[in-house]
Nanobody
Framework: QVQLVESGGGLVQAGGSLRLSCAAS????????MAWFRQAPGKEREFVAG????????YYADSVKGRFTISRDNAKNTVYLQMNSLKPEDTAVYYC?????????????????WGQGTQVTVSS
């Protein structure tokens, strides 16, 4: 059974930064792509950023490109999301997810395992 546990969310002012972490257990972490999604109240879950099994390929939603950075440490079975220059519209519950296969996908249905989510709130 795969378990994903997110941490690092919180309340921050616009322009501030947060770093989310997602610790994985239960499978060979280094063999699979990982991604971060977010879901704001009343909205669909949307792709934020993804990273390939090796970390050599990353992909970002246009809305976060240049502000967010995804990375992974396979020795620690952890994926990170560094979020800078945060905006009120970044407010959402952030989820990490993993999928079968080594490469990134942007659709939520491609991901099999999900964490419980961590709340990020950006005040104006």
């Amino acid at each position: 059974q795969v378990q994903l546990v997110e941490s690092g969310g919180g309340l921050v002012q616009a322009g501030g930064s947060l770093r989310l972490s997602c610790a994985a257990s239960g499978r060979t972490f280094s063999s699979y792509a990982m991604a971060w999604f977010r879901q704001a109240p009343g909205k669909e879950r949307e792709f934020v950023a993804g990273i390939s099994w090796s970390g050599g390929t990353t992909y970002y939603a246009d809305s976060v490109k240049g502000r967010f950075t995804i990375s992974r440490d396979n020795a620690k079975n952890t994926v990170y999301l560094q979020m800078n220059s945060l905006k009120p519209e970044d407010t959402a519950v952030y989820y990490c997810a993993t999928k079968s296969g080594a490469y990134i996908a942007t659709m939520p249905r491609a991901y099999v395992y999900w964490g419980q989510g961590t709340q990020v709130t950006v005040s104006s």
